[in-house]
């Protein structure tokens, strides 16, 4: 069975230092990863995949995840946040076909 | 290019009223997920249409719900004898066939609605 856990509900950081967003998933086969962000009244914006390719994976704005499969975990990291990436954070896992799996989300926090 | 359009942005209706919401999906995505929100909550699966399939229905709460897709494009979702716990904001996204699973999902900008 597949599932993803998002290991933080709330996550708040100052302008300017790292980001860190903690995904952890189960799945029996091969899963493909994603990373959405979704911004107050709007729609999820896929911030970068992981599809068996390089483990580690740049995303846009400057977000980046590194698949780690000993570890079942799929972290977000950014070495600088700024005041815009204040948003909703979804893991995204599927293992073939179309079920899709979200992560609870995590509501990062930029302090100025 | 033209991203995938829902309609209306925001609905506000009395309980028991009938409702549709429209998505138009990304030209040429043969894939179309309905999902809902509920205030923080994650997203809730509704139902998958690929190509000429017959759907996906697993996810649809009740026989109130409902949603068809004409001609491989368009979808309306319908929900029958509205209820307060149906207010959400409902999600709709696009993919190119899912195949493998590795095809990121497009997704509008939701309907908002709201039952009195």
């Known amino acids: 069975a597949q599932s993803v856990t998002q290991l933080d509900s709330h996550v708040s950081v100052s302008e300017g230092t790292p980001v860190l967003l903690r995904c952890n998933y189960s799945s029996s086969y091969s899963p493909s990863l994603f990373w959405y962000v979704q911004h107050p009244n709007k729609g999820l914006q896929l911030l970068l995949k992981y599809t068996s390719a390089a483990t580690l994976v740049k995303g846009i704005n400057g977000f980046e995840a590194e698949f780690k499969k000993s570890e079942t975990s799929f972290h977000l990291t950014k070495p600088s946040a700024h005041m815009s990436d204040a948003a909703e954070y979804f893991c995204?896992?599927?293992?073939?076909?179309?079920?899709?799996?979200f992560g609870a989300g995590t509501r990062l926090f930029v302090k100025a | 290019g033209a991203g995938v359009s829902q309609s209306p942005s925001n609905k506000v209706t009395e309980k028991g009223k009938d409702v549709e919401l429209r998505c138009d999906p990304i030209s040429g995505h043969t894939a179309l997920y309905w999902y809902r929100q509920s205030l923080g909550q994650g997203l809730e699966f509704l139902i998958y249409?690929?190509?000429?399939?017959?759907?996906?229905k697993s996810g649809l709460p009740s026989d109130r719900f409902s949603a068809e897709r004409t001609g491989g494009s368009v979808s309306t979702l319908t929900i029958q004898r509205t209820q307060q716990e149906d207010s959400a904001v409902y999600l709709c996204?696009?993919?190119?066939?899912?195949?493998?699973?590795?095809?990121?999902?497009?997704f509008g900008d939701g309907t908002r609605l709201s039952i009195l």
């Open positions: 995204v896992v599927t293992t073939g076909g179309f079920k899709t799996i």
């Open positions: 996204a696009s993919s190119l066939s899912p195949g493998g699973g590795n095809q990121p999902q497009h």
């Open positions: 249409f690929q190509g000429n399939s017959a759907p996906d």
